[in-house]
């Protein structure tokens, strides 16, 4: 490997969310344990070099004051979408800046529906698009994915239909890949959901922030890229960030290729006077967008991968009664305990607090959905991740 993705970062003292919060009510870390950082969404791995050569080069230049977009920022995107999603066509003008996607989800949730209206939701779901409805006033109405025979979670069409039918909802949120089932869907299911949200005239939302990692040979297909319907009514956003671990940059952007609703979107958006890029995230995104950051990338798959077949082998031989899919993208790993906390008589908040006590620090899933979920960043160095299941054997299961 030319990158290293083995040592262990101290992100103590360095702002970090993951290290300095503990996301579960009541929960301690034991005395004189370390704390592994395995929930939020970013990941324990210096970002690309290319990430910070770009930004450090900006930074020689002591002058912040107002600036424009780069060609180089646009060309980056453009660039990108080609290599990574095989979008060919993608210009300038259907491309927008966001202040994270959670940003862009509120903009569209203004634009396109009033408060007390219905928005729907493929359960189990980020825990952040919970909180957007919740803020906007709007009523989160959550169609359940369904786990087929091999365990592989599955939309529900029919169901979906029926919500939108019986809420009359206007904006449907999709999530591709899906965060926290780690689910990429194909070519053929997009266009499932797609199909229905045209019977019954929908917006889409479709967020593919994670659509950089996938894994094991699963493709990313771009929402937008299954149908003539879906080119027209989706709002599709990307980021940087979870790929790069850049969340804390900010610097996420949408793309929309039909121009009118582009205008109606871009409009709402201007009316709060929030929604302007940093120089340095800009930077950051030419950077990570750049040849070298693609090779960093490809390394960091692989790194993804293991680490994912080595957490679901251990469950499956360690913690009997603990279910798991394996993820096909993302690096989120999403357990359901029910049957183990029915077979050994435990409550999922008192197993919940265990793991922490031990310095994993996890994520109460059923947030998420689900009843006695738990969900867990895989990101971290092997050794980091050996060290957590080891821990979670000797004193969690
Ligand atoms: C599916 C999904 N969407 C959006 C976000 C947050 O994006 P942003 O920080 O750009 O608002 C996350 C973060 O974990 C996520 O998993």
């Given at each position: 490997m030319k990158y290293d993705f083995d040592s262990i970062l101290d992100r103590r003292g360095h702002d970090a969310l993951a290290v300095e919060m503990i996301p579960i009510p009541g929960a301690k870390v034991a005395d004189g344990v370390s704390r592994i950082p395995m929930w939020v969404a970013d990941m324990s791995f210096p970002t690309a070099p290319a990430v910070t050569e770009a930004v450090r080069k900006r930074l020689e230049h002591p002058c912040f004051?107002?600036?424009?977009?780069?060609?180089?920022?646009?060309?980056?995107?453009?660039?990108?979408?080609?290599?990574?999603?095989?979008?060919?066509?993608l210009t300038r003008d259907e491309i927008g800046y966001e202040n994270g996607v959670l940003g862009c989800l509120s903009t569209v949730i203004a634009a396109f529906t009033m408060p007390g209206e219905s928005v729907l939701f493929l359960s189990p779901v980020y825990v952040g698009f919970q909180?957007?409805?919740?803020?906007?006033?709007?009523?989160?109405?959550?169609?359940?994915?369904?786990?087929?025979?091999?365990g592989i979670y599955r939309m529900d069409f029919a169901d979906m239909d029926r919500k939108i039918k019986e809420n009359n909802i206007r904006l449907a949120v999709f999530c591709s890949p899906h965060n926290p089932c780690g689910r990429v869907w194909s070519r053929e299911e997009i266009r499932g959901a797609m199909d229905v949200f045209e019977k019954n005239n929908c917006i889409v939302f479709s967020d593919e922030i994670w659509s950089d990692l996938v894994l094991d040979g699963h493709r990313h297909v771009p929402t937008q890229s299954v149908s003539d319907y879906a080119k027209h009514h989706c709002i599709a956003c990307y980021a940087p960030s979870?790929?790069?671990?850049?969340?804390?940059?900010?610097?996420?952007?949408?793309?929309?290729?039909?121009?009118?609703?582009?205008?109606?979107?871009?409009?709402?958006?201007?009316?709060?006077?929030?929604?302007?890029?940093?120089?340095?995230?800009?930077?950051?995104?030419?950077?990570?967008?750049?040849?070298e950051g693609e090779e960093w990338l490809e390394e960091l798959l692989k790194v993804l991968s293991r680490n994912i077949h080595y957490a679901c082998d251990y469950i499956a031989a360690h913690f009997p009664g603990v279910s798991v899919t394996v993820p096909e993208g993302t690096y989120m790993l999403f357990l359901d305990c029910e049957e183990y906390c029915r077979n050994k008589g435990r409550d999922m908040d008192e197993l919940l607090r265990a793991g922490i006590a031990s310095g994993v620090i996890w994520q109460d899933g059923r947030t998420f959905g689900g009843t006695h979920t738990i969900r867990m960043n895989l990101a971290v160095p092997y050794?980091?991740?050996?060290?957590?299941?080891?821990?979670l054997d000797s004193s969690v299961f």
């Amino acid at each position: 490997m030319k990158y290293d993705f083995d040592s262990i970062l101290d992100r103590r003292g360095h702002d970090a969310l993951a290290v300095e919060m503990i996301p579960i009510p009541g929960a301690k870390v034991a005395d004189g344990v370390s704390r592994i950082p395995m929930w939020v969404a970013d990941m324990s791995f210096p970002t690309a070099p290319a990430v910070t050569e770009a930004v450090r080069k900006r930074l020689e230049h002591p002058c912040f004051g107002y600036y424009m977009p780069t060609d180089e920022y646009w060309d980056s995107i453009i660039g990108w979408q080609r290599r990574r999603n095989g979008v060919e066509d993608l210009t300038r003008d259907e491309i927008g800046y966001e202040n994270g996607v959670l940003g862009c989800l509120s903009t569209v949730i203004a634009a396109f529906t009033m408060p007390g209206e219905s928005v729907l939701f493929l359960s189990p779901v980020y825990v952040g698009f919970q909180g957007t409805m919740e803020k906007t006033g709007r009523r989160v109405v959550r169609s359940e994915l369904v786990k087929d025979s091999r365990g592989i979670y599955r939309m529900d069409f029919a169901d979906m239909d029926r919500k939108i039918k019986e809420n009359n909802i206007r904006l449907a949120v999709f999530c591709s890949p899906h965060n926290p089932c780690g689910r990429v869907w194909s070519r053929e299911e997009i266009r499932g959901a797609m199909d229905v949200f045209e019977k019954n005239n929908c917006i889409v939302f479709s967020d593919e922030i994670w659509s950089d990692l996938v894994l094991d040979g699963h493709r990313h297909v771009p929402t937008q890229s299954v149908s003539d319907y879906a080119k027209h009514h989706c709002i599709a956003c990307y980021a940087p960030s979870k790929t790069f671990s850049l969340a804390g940059l900010i610097g996420s952007y949408h793309i929309i290729r039909d121009a009118g609703l582009k205008k109606t979107v871009d409009d709402k958006a201007a009316e709060t006077g929030y929604n302007h890029m940093n120089v340095l995230s800009m930077h950051a995104l030419t950077g990570a967008y750049s040849q070298e950051g693609e090779e960093w990338l490809e390394e960091l798959l692989k790194v993804l991968s293991r680490n994912i077949h080595y957490a679901c082998d251990y469950i499956a031989a360690h913690f009997p009664g603990v279910s798991v899919t394996v993820p096909e993208g993302t690096y989120m790993l999403f357990l359901d305990c029910e049957e183990y906390c029915r077979n050994k008589g435990r409550d999922m908040d008192e197993l919940l607090r265990a793991g922490i006590a031990s310095g994993v620090i996890w994520q109460d899933g059923r947030t998420f959905g689900g009843t006695h979920t738990i969900r867990m960043n895989l990101a971290v160095p092997y050794s980091m991740l050996q060290d957590a299941f080891d821990r979670l054997d000797s004193s969690v299961f």
